[in-house]
């Protein structure tokens, strides 16, 4: 006769199972936390197992696709002051003082009649999303206890430097300071460091080292190409960069194309190699306490700035040579991309433990007509001209994003670009470009990155693989 098993047995067996399960995926832990070539160290393990970095709850495409929703912060029906743009977006104050009035658009009066309406749209994703409301004083622990923030890019990225110093205050103060100091070098580094007396700080868990006087929260330096002139003009002229047929425009240039002397044009930019950020983004408390690199670029990719590339019998539908400079930007990138991605891992191999991530904001175009227009779009407006390098920049951003797809565990590349795609209105008084703090745009970026930082996962190749989230599930009954 068969033995029937009593259910004492049949739960002993059971619970038996699962203990020799758990020690198998134990052994595999460990086994993976000695022998990785990345070196990965207990913070990182905690961050990466932790429910909240390692939850996916809203994608970069699922934040993006959504829609603009009239949501008025202020009672107040029109501008009368400058000053009332504050209010009118929400913020209690901004900590940085560059072009102060400029970056709220507030500085003209005669287009003081676009408010309040451009600062009364909030932007609403997927309702695949599930994302933790938009809260300053929440960000700026995050930034001490997890890493702050190191803003490299063009006067874009310092667009969303001021914004970030409205949503941190009055957590927050800035550096350097432009009321006393008149003067301005587009190579200052500006910072924001945490007010000693901001009413959170009983709240903190400050890291071993860090210095509430001297270690940035978050850093802004102006590199509009990632690379300093040097680099790129070596990178041009080396046998890296070989110049295909197919590359170029002009039947000319394709027939008979000779390297120029110089790459650059006489457009002026900024910019800086990787040797001297990335050392200052991996450094330690007191000096630095930075988690996360926030990346953009594509503004001064042009064929004025590259002047080696310019093809003015190309045209203007052409770009004058726009697809040169393209396919130059992505030898380029990738040669950023190596050298960043180098200094993690070595980061690591000497001991670091601190997380340490790059995110890559997508490029945002400007907009046509910009100033006669007073409300959101429901959708992406095309171009009737050909304004700078605008039409292409989807072009540059697409190469980034297919760069990231595979390689480069470090670096992650976000198209959040879509709602301020969508904001022709909220552009500064000077320019259909540069995008105004309050707006909700530059607001969402942050909001976004913020989220990512915390909640998604901080390691590509590091992600719970299916087979161990199988068993883990199995564990769970």
Known sequence: MAKVLSWPAIRTRSLSTRFLLIGVIITFMITLYTFSSYSLHTSEWSSILSPHRQHSSCTP????????????????????????????????GCAADREYYWHLGADREEQW????????????????????????????????ENGGWFLIGDSISENQFFSLSCLLYPHVRAT?????????????????????????????????GFSIENTPLVSFRRVDLLLNGT???????????????????????RSQYTK???????????????????PAFLDSPPDANYGTLVVSTAGHWTTTTFGAFRDNSAGEDAGYGIQNVLAFFKVAIRAWAGEV?????????????????????????????????????????????????????????TKFQELLSSEFPDIFYLPIERPGRLRPDAH??????????????????????????TREGRRKDLMTPPQTKAALEVIGG
């Open 113 to 144: 009649g676009r408010f309040p309406k451009v600062s009364s749209y909030r932007w609403v994703p997927s309702s695949q999303c599930n994302v933790q409301p938009l809260d300053g004083a929440a960000m700026v622990k995050d930034m001490v």
């Open 341 to 397: 991605q180098d200094a993690i891992t070595e980061y690591r191999k000497n001991g670091g433990r601190r997380p340490k991530q790059v995110v890559i904001r997508a490029y945002l175009p400007g907009h046509e007509n910009c100033h006669n227009i007073f409300e959101p779009t429901e959708n992406i407006t095309p171009w009737v001209n050909t304004p700078w390098n605008w039409p292409w920049i989807p072009d540059f951003n």
């Open 428 to 453: 500064a008084t000077s320019d259909c470009l540069h995008i105004i703090a309050g707006a909700g745009v530059l607001e969402g970026w942050s909001h976004y990155i913020w989220h990512f930082v």
């Open 61 to 92: 495409e699922q934040w993006s696709n959504g829609r603009w929703v009239y949501s008025p912060t202020s009672d107040l029906v029109n501008l009368t002051r400058p000053e009332q743009a504050l209010s009118l977006a929400g913020f209690e």
């Open 176 to 208: 350097p300071n432009h009321t006393k100091h008149a003067s301005y070098d587009h190579a200052w580094q500006q910072n924001l460091y945490l007010l000693p007396t901001s009413p959170i700080i009983s709240e903190i868990t400050m890291p071993e």
């Open 231 to 253: 680099e790129l003009n070596t990178l041009y002229h080396s046998s890296t960069f070989s110049v295909e047929p197919t590359d170029l425009d002009s039947q000319d240039l």
């Open 260 to 278: 120029a002397e110089s790459l650059f044009g006489d457009e002026a930019f900024w910019s800086l190699s990787p040797s001297e950020y990335m």
